[in-house]
């Protein structure tokens, strides 16, 4: 079993919708999560982190950490075609540790 | 502009030619890292140094070399590449590695091992 789980979609949805992407994990030692956005044939950049529990929101982007139940979220709302890309959460247990990331999922947000 | 640059961002070799992927970063930071990343396998660590002189392996080493010579270069080596190191590879620089640094990537690498 994967230290952390991501459904690889694709996911496709209309304009304007709000989208949920979210990772389990099995390490309880993560404090650090992350999502990155992938265009394809680029490279990942990071979108959001998140230090331990909680919830932190930017702009249309909302990420969620529940440690209890080593699930993390990000919610999309008012999604646009581009933000049509694949997304990754990553996360690490302490600062300077190597980061692992989930599989990616695949989001289509169609005009 | 900051960024990460790799070179090159395309490459075909056959098994056990010796290759090498560069790696360079002008933002200063002390720390950088390989990845390889995978269909339904996600980005894997490969590689990371803390800073000069200074490396250690991630998740999937078997295979790979690097040096850390001078903070802003980082390449990655392949002595004897085989089929299965066929991959996209990525090059990442953050400040100094710490919990919320942010990890700056490059455009990818593909490599096929034929």
């Known amino acids: 079993q994967k230290e952390v789980e991501q459904d690889p979609g694709p996911l496709s949805v209309p304009e304007g919708a709000i989208v949920s992407l979210n990772c389990t994990y099995s390490n309880s030692a993560f404090q650090y999560f992350m999502w990155y956005r992938q265009y394809s044939r680029k490279g990942p950049e990071l979108l959001m982190y998140?230090?331990?529990?909680g919830n932190k929101e930017d702009g249309r982007f909302t990420a969620q950490v529940d440690k209890s139940s080593k699930y993390i979220s990000l919610f999309i709302r008012d999604s646009q075609p581009s933000d049509s890309a694949t997304y990754l959460c990553a996360m690490k247990a302490n600062a300077g540790n190597m980061l692992t990331f989930g599989g990616g999922t695949r989001l289509m947000v169609k005009p | 502009e900051a960024q990460v640059t790799q070179n090159p961002r395309y490459l075909i070799t056959v098994t056990g030619k010796k290759l090498t992927v560069t790696c360079s970063q002008n933002?200063?930071?002390?720390?950088m890292s390989w990845y390889r990343q995978d269909p339904g396998l996600g980005l894997r660590q490969i590689y990371y140094?803390?800073?000069?002189?200074?490396?250690d392996k991630g998740d999937v080493p078997e295979g790979y070399k690097v040096s850390r010579k001078e903070k802003r270069n980082f390449p990655l080596i392949l002595e004897s590449p085989s089929p299965n190191q066929t991959s996209l590879y990525f090059c990442?620089?953050?400040?100094?590695?710490?919990?919320?640094?942010?990890?700056?990537f490059g455009p990818g690498t593909r490599l096929t091992v034929l």
């Open positions: 998140t230090y331990s529990s």
């Open positions: 990442a620089s953050s400040l100094a590695g710490g919990g919320t640094d942010t990890q700056y």
């Open positions: 933002m200063n930071h002390e720390y």
């Open positions: 140094s803390m800073n000069v002189e200074v490396t």
